[in-house]
T-cell receptor
């Protein structure tokens, strides 16, 4: 079946602009995660949704970052007043609650954001 | 807080060589442990996992054993292939749906 998809695959924006990044999770997956991956680093947790609600947003770096998942499926990561330091690959992942405490995540291909 | 540390790369091996990529973790509870792989031009994929101490995860000839006494989850493969060239990430889940990833180890396998 279809995997996790993310759009756009690449986004170039000017400093100070607003951007939205979209994630379509695997159908039926209730959990959705956003990560940020800088060059040469592993994914850094940003936010986790269970259904429509943000169960843990402790990884969002500041209040310029916000994410929504209004219908419990598609999610949008929103970044206001972008800064050059926001340049990274933004990854989305989804999972089905296995009930075993070992949640296997399926990752999308990512959106590469470049702030000029 | 919880964290994962893995050996820096790149690791360069000849085909059929033995592979070890070290991973140690710090966690307050009893996490689940994972290895993810990222092949060139592709997204992250789960390679293997272990949910409790002494569990061994295995897949595609790779193995890792959850060692609570040494807080380690080292990745091993007895005979690597050129197709194993990729970046490998060790990760832990704190069982509250938060994941922590290591910085990744790039593996280059030469024919």
């Amino acid at each position: 079946g279809a995997g996790v998809s993310q759009t756009p695959s690449n986004k170039v924006t000017e400093k100070g602009k607003y951007v939205e990044l979209r994630c379509d999770p695997i159908s039926g997956h209730t959990a959705l995660y956003w990560y940020r991956q800088s060059l040469g680093q592993g994914p850094e947790f940003l936010i986790y949704f269970q259904g429509t609600g943000a169960a843990d947003d402790s990884g969002l770096p500041n209040d310029r970052f916000f994410a929504v998942r209004p219908e419990g499926s598609v999610s949008t990561l929103k970044i206001q007043r972008t800064e050059r330091g926001d340049s990274a690959v933004y990854l989305c992942a989804s999972s089905r609650d296995s009930g075993e405490g070992s949640y296997e995540q399926y990752f999308g291909p990512g959106t590469r954001l470049t702030v000029t | 807080g919880d964290s994962v540390t893995q050996m820096e790369g790149p690791v360069t091996l000849s085909e059929e060589a033995f592979l070890t990529i070290n991973c140690t973790y710090t966690a307050t509870g009893y996490p689940s442990l994972f290895w993810y792989v990222q092949y060139p031009g592709e997204g992250l994929q789960l390679l293997l996992k272990a949910t409790k101490a002494d569990d061994k995860g295995s897949n595609k000839g790779f193995e890792a054993t959850y060692r609570k006494e040494t807080t380690s989850f080292h990745l091993e493969k007895g005979s690597v292939q050129v197709s194993d060239s990729a970046v490998y990430f060790c990760a832990l889940n704190d069982n509250f749906n938060k994941f922590y990833f290591g910085s990744g180890t790039k593996l280059n396998v030469k024919p």
